[in-house]
C-alpha cells in the first residue's frame, strides 16, 4: 500500500488545483492523508467537501509546525511507502507513477523528483524574478541535491528509523530529515525531471519572509553554514570594493563587476529558462533588474541566520 500524505495551514486558495493535479495522475495513491493545523482561511471546510470525492481521502485537524503535522499524518498512514507532497504545488501527471516506481526494486529505500515554477497566465515581472531567485532550473538537477518534502518518497520503517521529522525546527525539517536519511541509507532514487511544480511568493513582502524564515531556521540548526559565511563575505567585500572605487580609483569596479557577473549567473540563467516565450523587453527588463530582487533576498537570508543563530544561542529555539 502506497500512501500520500500533506500537510497544510490556510491553503483553501491552491488546493484546487493541487486536488485536479492528483486526479490526473496516471497512477493513483492507495490513499491520501491530509492534517490542517487549524486553518481559519475554510480550508478545513473545503477538505470536509473533498472527502465526498475522493473516497481515498482522510482528513485529521492536528496543532502545531509542519514537521509535526508530516509525522501526525505518516502515523495516521497504512502505506509501507510514504509520498509527501506540498500544498502550494502541482503535479505532472505522471509525478506519483514517478516517484513510486523505483520501490519496484527492494534497495531502493526512498526517492525524489526534482521541481520546478509554476506560473499563472496573470504573473508579471516580478513573480518571475522571484521564482529564478529561488527555484531550480531544469539542468540543476544533474546534480544531486537535498530532497524536498513537496516531492519525496520513502519506506515508512525508514521514517522510523531515521526518528521522522524534527518538530523541534520551525522550518528547514526536511533538510535535518534528509541528512538523517542520507547517513543512514545513502542517496536518494533521483528522478531528475521537474514534476513537481512550485508556485513562488508573489510578493516582495512573503518573498522577504519566506527566506528570512528558512535561513532562520537553517541558524538554528546550523545548515549550511559555509554557504552564509561566504555569502557575508561576499557581501562585505562588494561594499568594500564600492568604496574604494569611489575613495580610491575607478579600477575597483573592474573586481567588483566581474564578482557581481559570477554571483548573478545562475539566476540569470534561470531567468533565461523561466522567461522563454515572453516579450524580448520583459526579459530585457527583468535581466537588469534580477541582480536587486537577489540581493533583497540575501538581505533576509543574512538577517535570518543571525536571528536564528541568536535564539539558538539563548536556546530560545533547541532540540529536546
Avoid at 570594493?241 to 563587476?257: A, E, G, M, N
Amino acid at each position: 500500500m502506497i500512501s500520500l500524505i500533506m500537510t497544510v495551514l490556510n491553503e483553501k486558495t491552491t488546493l484546487p488545483k493541487w486536488f485536479e493535479s492528483i486526479s490526473a495522475q496516471t497512477v493513483k495513491p492507495d490513499e491520501i492523508v491530509i492534517v490542517d493545523g487549524l486553518s481559519s482561511d475554510g480550508t478545513w471546510e473545503y477538505l470536509q467537501k473533498m472527502t465526498g470525492v475522493f473516497s481515498i481521502l482522510k482528513i485529521f485537524r492536528e496543532p502545531g509546525n509542519i514537521a509535526h503535522g508530516r509525522n501526525f499524518a505518516i502515523r495516521k498512514s497504512e502505506g509501507s511507502v510514504i509520498v509527501v507532497a506540498d500544498a502550494g504545488c502541482i503535479y505532472d501527471k505522471k509525478w506519483f507513477e514517478s516517484i513510486v516506481k523505483p520501490f519496484e526494486k527492494k534497495e531502493v529505500t526512498w526517492s525524489a523528483t526534482g521541481f520546478g515554477p509554476w506560473f499563472e497566465k496573470s504573473d508579471g515581472l516580478l513573480v518571475y524574478l522571484i521564482a529564478a531567485s529561488t527555484i531550480p532550473a531544469v539542468g540543476e538537477f544533474k546534480k544531486s541535491w537535498l530532497p524536498s518534502s513537496r516531492s519525496v518518497a520513502f519506506r515508512k520503517d525508514r521514517w522510523q528509523t531515521a526518528g521522522g521529522y524534527p518538530e523541534w525546527i520551525p522550518f528547514c525539517e526536511d533538510v535535518l530529515f534528509d541528512n538523517k536519511l542520507i547517513t543512514k541509507e545513502g542517496l536518494p532514487y533521483f528522478i531528475r525531471e521537474p514534476l513537481a511544480l512550485w508556485r513562488p511568493r508573489i510578493r516582495l513582502s512573503k518573498y522577504f519572509k519566506q527566506l528570512f524564515n528558512y535561513t532562520r531556521s537553517e541558524g538554528h540548526g546550523s545548515i549550511n553554514t559555509i554557504r552564509q559565511i561566504v555569502r557575508y563575505v561576499v557581501y562585505t567585500t562588494s561594499v568594500l570594493l564600492l568604496f574604494l572605487s569611489f575613495k580610491i580609483s575607478s579600477l575597483f569596479f573592474v573586481p567588483l563587476i566581474v564578482g557581481l557577473v559570477a554571483y548573478i549567473n545562475k539566476f540569470w540563467k534561470r531567468w533565461i529558462e523561466f522567461t522563454t516565450g515572453k516579450t524580448a523587453v520583459f526579459r530585457l527588463l527583468g535581466f537588469f533588474v534580477m541582480p536587486m530582487v537577489v540581493a533583497f533576498g540575501d538581505v533576509a537570508k543574512m538577517f535570518g541566520y543571525l536571528f536564528g543563530r541568536v535564539e539558538r544561542f539563548l536556546k530560545i529555539v533547541s532540540e529536546k
